[in-house]
């Protein structure tokens, strides 16, 4: 099992940045892949980006690409989204997850097996 905790939402001006963080609690959290994923209100959860189990490959949906960076340290059990130059459409609840494959290249939310609570960002006009 593995236990992941968002934190580091809030609410930002446009054109402003966050971090989120995602600690995992529980075994082999090294070995998954892991991924962001956004839900704003009324629409599905979807696919922000992934990271490998090693750090050395990252995937961002093309909505996000060049403003979000996703970053892990295993050392700490910890995974990172790096968001830049927000804008209101990003305000959404941003979960992380793990899933088993290690490769981080899921897209789809039935391809994780560990989902967070998930972090509320809210984006100022």
């Known amino acids: 099992q593995v236990q992941l905790v968002e934190s580091g939402g809030g609410l930002v001006q446009a054109g402003g940045s966050l971090r989120l963080s995602c600690a995992a609690s529980?075994?082999?959290?090294?070995?998954?892949?892991m991924g962001w994923f956004r839900q704003a209100p009324g629409k599905e959860r979807v696919f922000v980006g992934g990271?490998?189990?090693?750090?050395?490959?990252?995937y961002y949906a093309d909505s996000v690409k060049g403003r979000v960076s996703i970053s892990r340290d295993n050392a700490k059990n910890t995974v990172y989204l790096q968001m830049n130059s927000l804008n209101p459409e990003d305000t959404a609840v941003y979960y992380c997850?793990?899933?088993?494959?290690?490769?981080?290249?899921?897209?789809?939310?039935?391809?994780?097996?560990?989902w967070g609570q998930g972090t509320q960002v809210t984006v100022s006009s």
């Open positions: 997850a793990a899933e088993v494959t290690g490769y981080g290249n899921r897209w789809h939310v039935n391809e994780y097996a560990y």
């Open positions: 529980g075994r082999s959290f090294s070995t998954f892949g």
């Open positions: 990271i490998s189990w090693s750090g050395g490959n990252t």
